[in-house]
């Protein structure tokens, strides 16, 4: 009988799972919506209970009576999700876009909290990263850590919730907490943090990541038969670059996705120079990801077509009809709530639109958003020191002219990864690996095309670039001006 292998990504915004056959082959897919809870002062939160069900539901679906050989998940990254013994949430979890911490960061910047993590460990901080946000918790609402386990991230609070067991895998444990090994936490770093006394919060680290069996409860979840293997991680971003192929150093990945991932695949642990990107640990000794996610990717262009009355089908015909640099229309895309964290961290970052003039369609808008996200993706390569080669994933890439964008800023061919899901597809091969199954790997990742970028353009868009470059550095003093001036009383 031909084995099975279930992934599951629990996203940000949608659960979705993915039956593979022995060659990387999808066999049934299935996804759910998640809903996402904005408050006052930038909160967003969401509900375990509900990505849970969601796994669930996708789990039946795809599987369909069918027992996969082994169960694997991945899921978003950062927030903090607190549960108890049991697995059961202690509140809503807080997800990595809620900017409630905004102003406890700025506090640790100035003190020089936020460098001395990033000359531990390689990764900077953000509002909505584990660190902030358990500190905020911690002087906001510490009662709940009291009655909590565990505050960790999506998929390890699903596989405690599947399995029973308390565990984390080195990619989410390296951020922020890790102590630049990929195996352990650094006492210095929670110390800088304040947050030495929160430390048994923390999940054990399982290298390379956490298995156990399916339990009687996690069966009842799934509909599959308990004892089923599970394992848990790497988290989606690294997960995805597993999943695209990204083997060797100098191999990189893009991500087109709710943010915009990009990330390069290194030999050594990124602390010296600015503080920039976060340095993911792929349990393997000696190697990391370099990452540079900024905070939004398709989600500037939903914004831009929501309020342009425009559907998601509206992006090829205007990228026809807006020639290379949008009529002089030029976009910052930072449109999260809780501002930007790659290349540079800022949580009052925001949007700007220029060189808007009556003559200015809505394809030119449109355009200048499309063309702003390939412009930060290279602002976050070069600022990762480079690539070699460079694979493409993420739900922007069904988009052949937005991706022809992208090849012809970065000027580098684009390599598209084997779908569908590319997250779920390397969550399996982590798995694989873990149990000690042999899977071709080539086979599993294979490019499903290549986008080759344009010569014609490209000083066109090296302009752009330059003058990119110019609008963020000139936005900045900005940005922190307008947040200021937000609380002054009339």
């Not at 066999?27 to 969601?54: C, F, I, K, M, N």
């Not at 599959?224 to 997960?239: C, R």
Request: hydrophobic share 45%; glycine share 12%; net charge negative.
């Amino acid at each position: 009988m031909t084995r099975t292998w279930l992934g599951i990504d629990a996203g940000t915004s949608v659960v979705k799972a993915a039956l593979f056959d022995d060659d990387g082959q999808a066999l049934a897919v299935a996804g759910r919506p998640l809903e996402l809870r904005h408050g006052a002062d930038d909160a967003v939160e969401q509900d375990l209970d509900a990505v849970v069900a969601a796994v669930g539901e996708v789990t039946r679906e795809v599987c369909a009576g069918r027992v996969p050989h082994v169960v694997a998940l991945t899921g978003q990254g950062d927030g903090c999700w607190l549960t108890d013994a049991g697995g059961a949430p202690v509140r809503p979890a807080l997800s990595w876009l809620d900017g409630r911490a905004g102003a406890l960061l700025a506090r640790w910047t100035a003190d020089g909290v936020t460098e001395r993590v990033f000359r531990a460990n390689g990764s900077t901080l953000f509002p909505g990263a584990p660190g902030p946000l358990l500190a905020w918790l911690d002087a906001h609402e510490p009662d709940a850590l009291d009655r909590a386990a565990t505050a960790g991230s999506c998929k390890d609070a699903v596989f405690t919730r599947l399995t029973g067991e308390r565990a984390t895998d080195p990619s989410d444990s390296s951020m922020p907490f890790g102590d630049g090994t990929g195996t352990g936490y650094s006492d210095a770093v929670l110390e800088a943090m304040g947050l030495a006394h929160r430390r048994d919060l923390l999940a054990p680290i399982t290298v390379p990541v956490p298995r156990a069996p399916l339990s009687a409860a996690g069966a009842g979840v799934l509909g599959l038969p308990a004892g089923t293997p599970v394992s848990s991680g790497p988290f989606d971003f690294p997960a995805c670059a597993r999943g695209g192929g990204v083997r060797e150093v100098g191999d990189a990945l893009l991500i087109v996705g709710t943010t915009l991932g990009c990330m390069v695949h290194v030999d050594r642990l990124a602390t010296s120079g600015d503080p920039a990107g976060f340095s993911v640990a792929t349990g393997e000794p000696g190697r990391w990801l370099q990452a540079m996610p900024a905070m939004v990717g398709t989600a500037s262009v939903d914004w831009m077509l929501r309020t342009l009355g425009l559907p998601v089908t509206a992006i090829d015909a205007a990228l026809a009809a807006s020639p290379p640099g949008a009529g002089g229309v030029e976009v910052l895309p930072y449109f999260a709530t809780s501002g930007e964290r790659a290349p540079f961290v800022d949580p009052h970052a925001s949007g700007q639109v220029t060189g808007v003039r009556l003559t200015t369609t809505r394809d030119d808008l449109l355009r200048a958003v499309c063309e702003g996200l390939a412009y930060a993706a290279r602002h976050c390569f070069d600022t990762a020191g480079g690539l070699s080669r460079l694979v493409a994933a993420g739900g922007g890439t069904r988009s052949r002219p937005w991706l022809q964008v992208f090849a012809d800023v970065l000027g580098v061919p684009l390599e598209l990864a084997r779908t569908p899901e590319v997250g779920a597809r390397g969550a399996v091969l982590a798995a694989a690996a873990a149990h000690g199954e042999d899977l071709d790997v080539a086979t599993w990742t294979a490019a499903e095309g290549v986008v080759e970028p344009d010569p014609s353009v490209r000083e066109r868009y090296a302009e752009g670039y330059a003058r990119y470059l110019d609008h963020v550095r000139a936005a900045q003093p900005f940005w922190a001006t307008r947040q200021a001036s937000a609380v002054v009383p009339a």
